[in-house]
């Protein structure tokens, strides 16, 4: 039962961090209907400038605010250059935008910074909790638990943000109508931006927690691919339902390789999730928590 | 930016030396370097070119192979085996014609495994491809040099077995197998499951989907198997999320023995303090040679080195690559030896050198490389030449030697499934092996 235990928690720790990646993806998604598909990028970026920095004798702590700060200045060029050029064309020029956009940035992220692997130590340590594994037998990772909880606070400011905040609901607006939203006055432009940014500053989160857990390299990128299922079942217009779909994706996949692997020669956590959400797409397409689809027939 | 600024610089220079005119009789060697310097494999493609560049600049210093210039011209292919056959098209006729290929990727490897009977052109495949190529009377153009997959892993077996006090002392103990689930990740299979069964220990199997960055599962899994040891036949990222978990889970790292491609820097620097104990296999040995400080004199204390920082040099990516310059301009040598001293060989002759290297102590010691390989003589029928390799330690900083010299496996079987598999091969395509006992 310990087993069983451990490898639940496992996997739901694992989730949260599955939902952080994701939650990039549900920001831009959420306020301008675009799949972004360069937020694997720009976690790798993330990290790269963090370290890159750190590397030059900066302080942690100085380099990770002045990649915040970097992070910003990405998204105003983003929304000037790309987004703002494209505005009245059809998603699918926005959304060809953005794969561009990852390649440039991660070809010019090595370029800027090299292609060297690097450790990252956030000073969590990465090791079970003693006294947890001694009173229950069951190994939680003390980095797992504190990365979860960063990223559970950081799922609840966004959320309020959104939903409380004259801005979060300008965001709101722009996403269920850009054109609405532009005849009362709301600033296109700006509201991109915040959004860019906020987005761009999770994954600088996400990169700085999966770039401590697992190094920063070029496989950064590739977090991204455990967004995808994450975002079809949460919705890829919720917030709390990226960290809902990345909990049942961490934990599924998880039990699924331990329980059902063995039997069918191993190694399906990579597909399994996807099993996961094509059967939610069959009956809830919009996701567990994303916006109903109503069509007028 | 700093890097933006050496890449540009090394660029230009290579540029420079390449069109800088060689003295007008001089005569040259031509060698396309298929490299990958970006995308997801460029930390250990840009180490492992610059390598076997800093070698050939070192031959060019020191006046050639008898007075034979080498000239060489780079083709990034990213790893991407289309553009890796892009680039081979390209340049294989190129300054009258190649004289061996070496690209660095499985992928491309086996794309080119049929043109180069055509073109007549020898490629040399160093601790990655088919294991059976090592067979050539079958396999006439290709050379897995040193030690293949196969050989590894007898090896590894071998490495366990001195460890635990004897072959028969691995009788009944655990060792799992966590492998990267592709084609590379089952090369170890025949061998493994011919020591388990032979010998009686229990083999346990786990898969890693690419790319591994989340394996807590299958630490799980390991935690209650409690092997004895672990085999981490990783590659990528999953390497060093390998160790970090294994540190979650308290597995010891000095009974995680990684393959070579999961035994470099960029393996262990990602894992920090995770990494520290651990072991991996490695077919040059970790540690100062001579060679190393002829480049690092000749080159890089002239700004003349290929690397983009001095932090890689010495590396165990780029010293592969000077190895595999080594081994490019030794059978150079041994092809003028037969064909004519101080002139340029042809594609053909090249692969006669292949098949006639012997880099005894005494030669290796000539090179300044005694020590760095194990000794190795290649014929017409064995394109490995050796079947070797070290166990090296990840120390916190750097690798250092823990095996007591070099560890072979079982030869002979080996050799048998290289046979085997090669004769399946052979049948498949209708190709019919050379008779070595008629080849001079």
């Given at each position: 039962m310990a087993f069983f235990v451990e490898v639940l928690v496992g996997g739901l720790l694992a989730g949260v961090m599955y939902g952080l990646v994701a939650l990039g993806f549900v920001l831009i998604y959420k306020a301008s209907g675009v799949f972004n598909f360069a937020q694997g990028a720009m976690v790798f970026l993330g990290a790269l400038t963090a370290t890159g920095l750190e590397q030059q004798g900066v302080p942690l702590w100085l380099a990770i605010a002045m990649t915040a700060i970097f992070t910003v200045v990405l998204a105003i060029l983003i929304e000037r250059l790309i987004l703002k050029p494209l505005l009245a064309q059809p998603p699918i020029s926005l959304f060809m935008a953005t794969l561009g956009l990852a390649f440039v940035i991660e070809g010019l992220a090595q370029a800027v910074w090299g292609n060297n692997a690097r450790a990252l130590d956030l000073g969590i340590p990465d090791v079970p909790l003693e006294w947890l594994l001694d009173s229950t037998g069951v190994g939680v990772s003390t980095f797992d638990l504190v990365a979860s909880i960063i990223a559970l606070a950081l799922i609840g400011v966004l959320s309020a943000f959104f939903s409380l905040t004259k801005t979060g609901r300008a965001l709101r607006a722009v996403a269920d109508d850009t054109k609405a939203a532009l005849s009362v006055g709301i600033p296109l432009e700006r509201v991109l931006i915040i959004v860019w940014s906020a987005a761009g500053l999770v994954a600088l989160v996400a990169g700085l927690l999966w770039g401590a857990r697992n190094g920063v390299q070029y496989s950064l990128t590739l977090v991204a691919l455990k967004a995808f299922p994450v975002l079809i079942i949460g919705g890829f217009s919720s917030i709390p339902g990226a960290f809902a779909g990345g909990l049942i994706i961490g934990a599924s996949e998880k039990l699924a390789d331990v329980y059902i692997g063995p039997m069918i020669g191993g190694g399906i956590e990579s597909w399994f999730p996807y099993v996961l959400a094509l059967l939610f797409l069959l009956v809830r397409p919009e996701g567990l928590f994303g916006d109903r689809i109503i069509r007028r027939v | 930016m700093k890097h933006f600024y050496k890449l540009a610089t090394v660029l230009l220079s290579a540029s420079a030396l390449l069109a800088a005119?060689?003295?007008?009789?001089?005569?040259?060697?031509?060698?396309?370097?298929?490299?990958?310097?970006?995308?997801?494999?460029?930390?250990?493609?840009?180490?492992?070119?610059?390598?076997?560049?800093?070698?050939?600049?070192?031959?060019?210093?020191?006046?050639?192979?008898?007075?034979?210039?080498?000239?060489?011209?780079?083709c990034e292919t990213e790893y991407n085996t289309s553009r890796g056959v892009e680039c081979y098209e390209r340049l294989k006729d190129r300054q009258g014609g190649a004289s061996v290929i070496e690209t660095g990727s499985t992928g491309i490897a086996y794309a080119?495994?049929?043109?180069?009977?055509?073109?007549?052109?020898?490629?040399?495949?160093?601790?990655?491809?088919?294991?059976?190529?090592?067979?050539?009377?079958?396999?006439?153009?290709?050379?897995?040099?040193?030690?293949?997959?196969?050989?590894?892993?007898?090896?590894?077996?071998?490495?366990?077995?001195?460890?635990?006090?004897?072959?028969?002392?691995?009788?009944?103990?655990?060792?799992?197998?966590?492998?990267?689930?592709?084609?590379?990740?089952k090369e170890s299979f025949p061998v493994l499951d011919h020591y388990a069964k032979e010998i009686g220990f229990n083999l346990i199997k786990i898969a890693i989907p690419a790319p591994g960055i989340e394996q807590q599962a299958q630490w799980l899994q390991i935690r209650q198997a409690k092997p004895d040891y672990v085999i981490l036949w990783g590659f990528g990222v999953m390497n060093a999320a390998a160790m970090k978990a294994a540190a979650r889970v308290g597995y010891p790292r000095e009974k995680m023995i990684g393959s070579w491609w999961a035994g470099s820097e960029v393996d262990t620097v990602p894992a920090g303090d995770a990494a520290k104990g651990y072991l991996s296999m490695t077919f040059t040995a970790p540690g100062s040679f001579p060679v190393l400080e002829d480049i690092k004199g000749t080159l890089y204390d002239r700004g003349k080195g290929n690397l983009s920082g001095d932090a890689k040099f010495g590396s165990v990516s780029h010293v592969r690559g000077i190895v595999i310059g080594i081994l490019m301009t030794e059978a150079i040598r041994a092809a003028q030896q037969k064909y004519g001293i101080g002139r340029p060989v042809t594609a053909e002759q090249v692969r006669w050198?292949?098949?006639?290297?012997?880099?005894?102590?005494?030669?290796?010691?000539?090179?300044?490389?005694?020590?760095?390989?194990?000794?190795?003589?290649?014929?017409?029928?064995?394109?490995?030449g050796s079947g070797a390799a070290m166990v090296q330690e990840w120390d916190g900083t750097n690798f250092i030697p823990k095996s007591k010299g070099w560890v072979a496996g079982d030869r002979a079987l080996v050799r048998k499934l290289a046979e085997q598999s090669a004769a399946q091969y052979a049948a498949d395509k209708n190709i019919t092996p050379r008779d070595c006992g008629k080849e001079d």
């Open positions: - | 005119p060689a003295c007008a009789d001089q005569p040259e060697q031509y060698i396309p370097v298929l490299s990958y310097r970006v995308g997801p494999f460029a930390a250990n493609g840009a180490s492992m070119f610059s390598g076997l560049i800093d070698y050939l600049n070192l031959t060019n210093a020191k006046g050639g192979i008898n007075g034979v210039r080498i000239t060489f011209e780079e080119l495994l049929d043109r180069l009977p055509q073109d007549k052109l020898p490629m040399t495949t160093m601790g990655y491809g088919r294991a059976d190529a090592a067979d050539g009377r079958v396999f006439p153009w290709v050379f897995p040099l040193i030690s293949t997959y196969w050989s590894q892993a007898a090896a590894m077996v071998e490495y366990m077995a001195q460890q635990s006090g004897g072959m028969d002392r691995l009788k009944g103990k655990t060792i799992v197998d966590l492998y990267h689930d592709s084609a590379y990740g050198g292949y098949e006639h290297l012997v880099l005894d102590e005494k030669r290796l010691g000539e090179i300044g490389a005694l020590g760095l390989i194990p000794p190795m003589k290649t014929s017409c029928a064995d394109h490995e």
